[in-house]
């Protein structure tokens, strides 16, 4: 029989006995113990949280200030006191909406709208690129500027992008600002998206707020099978093959062989996509429990056919905001501009002098940089609308360099983004010359071969995203290029790493399955009685526990 003492002692077994200190530090920042949702403490403290909220789902401003709070306490877990920030951020940007919807000439609107995006970015580009910047001005003119002790808070680049796009939506007048700073705060600093996306966008979101709770069964049923498929996706997957396996390899490439060095490979794409789609899952099933549906951000990416596929499938929300904000204000597909030029020009002359400064030693990044140069001219010198499709691919290269510099202030970061912009101006290039059949029965071997190129470059895109640094990312590269046939030390290898490579295998057949499999689980899992869904999530949320084998790792898109 199953009693309140019994209980106890397995709590203090597995657990420990409860202190003071121990209550202290839930509710205290600690830089190596942030809080996410994939922890105990987390459920703990959400179900706590929930369950005042139930209470609360007939009031307005009530329950919008409780959320308010809750979320600002996520975020001080998480960046500790630069949660002020976040306040300080959301006061200056609603000020500045409230001026723009009430200002009636268009350039005085766009005086203020662009005060707002240079604060936003001034933000963002110190406590992001304020390093990256002085190293770069030192390397170049010989300076000697000390680095600056940055701390980088929690997810400032997903709230900053979010706050923009309501300033801008408030500016094209695609939307009216809140009726208040509570609803304004409460849109910016909504903790299930806060610190890693989705990216919101407010037109979608708004709405929502005003709207009478109603959360039906389906709700629920959508939000714990989003909430377990994450969990499972984060610990189970995620976490192990990336302590046990990709992070030693990523860290002294040169200490493993090239089989293995390109395992890690495969073993990242899996990892990063598990560790991301993982937390969005968990964030739109958490926000689905308060009654709010977030936008879908995955749409299983590597089932993509091409590269342009690919971006409308991963991070869907970010490439959205990229699409809307950036292509679309430097000229899209109608027109150049200053800034559509002047960052690919600068990228292809800094990868020229890197060909040329490093001549004597190697001939081979001079081969690179000529090559990338020439591609992405043949890339609109081929097609039959030579000017439109310059404008586009700038445009395009300019969006994905820029795209890969908001994830991270480095030449490896550029050097993704840049890959991929080349890639989808090679893909336009290839469409023009080669249009899709939209008629007639699929050639599903053309598919499949499409998947396969098309990962593969995803793959090697990532050995640049995983990388310390530029230099790493070649070493991975070089060791791959030595791959040789040994299946006797392969054999080795797979068997020595069983348990990595075992998981890496299931996560890439889950994310493969067809769609019909994973809505069949669906169906069943919506039949189950909702006390057996709450067994199954606790029973997840305990293997989380027992699989912690290095202590709760923080999301990848943390650092972003």
């Known amino acids: 029989m199953i009693t309140v003492d019994s209980i106890n002692n397995w709590f203090v077994q597995n657990f420990g006995a409860l202190t003071l200190e121990q209550v202290k530090s839930w509710f205290i920042y600690n830089p190596d113990e942030k809080l996410l949702f994939n922890t105990g403490l ?10 005042v909220y139930a209470f609360l789902r007939k009031t307005f401003y009530l329950r919008l200030t409780y959320v308010i709070l809750f979320s600002l306490f996520f975020y001080y877990k998480s960046s500790g006191i630069y949660f002020l920030l976040l306040l300080l951020s959301s006061v200056v940007d609603y000020s500045l909406s409230q001026v723009i919807y009430k200002q009636k000439k268009d350039n005085v609107k766009k005086i203020y709208l662009v005060i707002s995006v240079i604060l936003n970015l001034a933000l963002l580009g110190y406590f992001k690129y304020m390093n990256f910047l002085i190293v770069t001005f030192n390397d170049m003119f010989h300076g000697n500027f000390q680095l600056h002790d940055v701390f980088l808070p929690v997810g400032i680049s997903f709230y900053t992008f979010q706050s923009m796009s309501y300033i801008i939506e408030i500016y094209r007048e695609e939307i009216k600002p809140t009726k208040n700073y509570i609803e304004y705060l409460f849109f910016v ?49 995620s976490n192990y093959i990336s302590i046990n396996f990709v992070d030693r390899v990523f860290d002294t490439p040169m200490n493993y062989t090239s089989f293995e060095n390109l395992m890690a490979s495969y073993g990242y794409a899996i990892q990063i996509y598990c560790d991301f789609s993982g937390y969005s899952d968990m964030a739109i099933g958490i926000a689905l429990l308060l009654g709010f549906k977030l936008p879908t951000n995955f749409r299983t990416p590597y089932k993509s056919t091409s590269i342009t596929d690919f971006w409308r499938r991963w991070h869907i929300s970010l490439s959205t905001w990229l699409k809307d904000f950036l292509y679309i204000s430097i000229g899209g597909n109608r027109s150049g501009s200053f800034a559509g030029y002047l960052f690919p020009s600068l990228f292809f002359f800094g990868l020229l002098l890197w060909g040329i400064s490093d001549y004597n030693t190697s001939i081979i990044p001079l081969i690179i940089a000529l090559s990338s140069i020439t591609v992405f001219c043949l890339s609109f010198l081929l097609s039959s609308k030579i000017k439109q499709t310059l404008v586009t691919n700038f445009n395009l290269f300019t969006t994905m360099l820029l795209g890969g510099l908001w994830h991270g202030a480095g030449a490896q970061f550029i050097v993704w983004g840049a890959l991929h912009g080349l890639a989808l101006a090679v893909h336009k290039i290839f469409t023009e010359f080669f249009p899709s059949k939209k008629e007639g029965k699929p050639n599903y071997f053309w598919r499949f071969i499409s998947i396969v190129i098309t990962f593969h470059f995803v793959v090697f895109c990532w050995i640049f995203f995983r990388a310390r640094d530029f230099e790493t990312a070649l070493q991975v590269i070089n060791n791959i290029g030595q791959l040789t046939f040994e299946p006797e030390n392969w054999k080795t290898i797979v068997l020595g790493y069983k348990n990595v ?6 996560g890439y057949v889950w994310h493969f399955l067809p769609e019909a499999f994973t809505n069949g689980m669906k169906s069943v899992f919506d039949k189950t009685p909702l006390l057996i869904k709450a067994i199954i999530l606790g029973f997840v949320y305990w293997i989380v526990y027992a699989t912690a084998v290095a202590g709760s790792q923080p999301f990848i898109y943390f650092q972003f």
């Open 501 to 506: 490579f075992g998981l890496m295998l299931f």
């Open 189 to 237: 600093s909504f903790f299930p998206q806060l610190v890693a996306g989705p990216i919101v966008r407010a037109k979608d979101f708004l709405p929502q707020i005003y709207q009478k709770l109603n959360l039906t069964q389906q709700d629920v049923n959508n939000a714990l099978f989003l909430i377990i498929g994450g969990l499972i996706k984060k610990t189970v997957i």
């Open 42 to 51: 987390f459920l703990g403290l959400f179900l706590v949280f929930y369950f």
